[in-house]
């Protein structure tokens, strides 16, 4: 939540390049110095820092207390992390990021393939951010990146519960369920297919919503 209010603050204090970008005039950030303004690059680190939590929110692993949470010493969620990361590719490899040669065109091809890869399938608008009924007074107020994110960390949590049992793999245990183990065989297989599918899909489009509420909101 803090990340996207920083935003919004970057774009309004932006240099003359941001400006380009934004739909009216900010006039105050004329009166800045120069090199106190931030630029497109600037602008562009704090987008890809809350893309980066919102997309964190996803990940099973992070949102579940026990050790499978663990990224050094459990298998769990290493081995998914390279996993999608094999999924997703090469094209967004830092070094190819820094190629001046690939265009914007080029990026958003690389990323329609991986959706192709996946099953990823998205329809219509971007949705808003859902609203919630508040409890003292009944009425529906609009949920803001907190209140949306704890819900998607909840979600993320039953999914963690879904591959790793909580019968077989207890809260308050040791035990670190193994990658190989958890997606063997036909059914294993599926429940990964599934898994690919469902956490690719919520990071990218729990993403989107984001920023589409930050530009709202601007």
Request: net charge negative; glycine share 6%.
């Amino acid at each position: 939540m803090a990340n996207s209010v920083t935003l919004i603050d970057l774009l309004i204090v932006g240099d003359d390049r941001v400006a380009r970008h934004v739909p009216r005039e900010m006039g105050f950030a004329d009166e800045l110095d120069d090199r106190e303004r931030s630029t497109e690059e600037l602008v562009t680190l704090w987008c890809c820092y809350l893309s980066h939590f919102v997309a964190d929110a996803c990940m099973p692993c992070h949102c579940d207390a026990r050790p499978l949470s663990s990224y050094s010493k459990g298998k769990l969620h290493k081995y998914l992390e390279m996993h999608w990361n094999d999924l997703v590719g090469e094209e967004f490899e830092k070094d190819h990021l820094a190629d001046d040669g690939l265009s914007a065109a080029d990026y958003l091809a690389a990323a329609r393939a991986v959706d192709g890869r996946v099953g990823i399938a998205f329809r219509g608008k971007i949705p808003d951010i859902p609203r919630y009924r508040d409890r003292s007074s009944g009425r529906r107020k609009k949920k803001d990146i907190w209140h949306d994110l704890v819900d998607v960390c909840r979600a993320s949590f039953t999914v963690a519960s879904i591959i790793a049992p909580p019968e077989a793999y207890p809260y308050g245990g040791r035990a670190h369920p193994p990658f190989d183990e958890l997606f063997s065989g036909p059914d294993g297989e599926e429940l990964l297919t599934d898994l690919d599918r469902a956490v690719l899909h919520d990071a990218v489009l729990n993403t989107a919503m984001v920023w589409k509420d930050v530009w709202r909101r601007f």
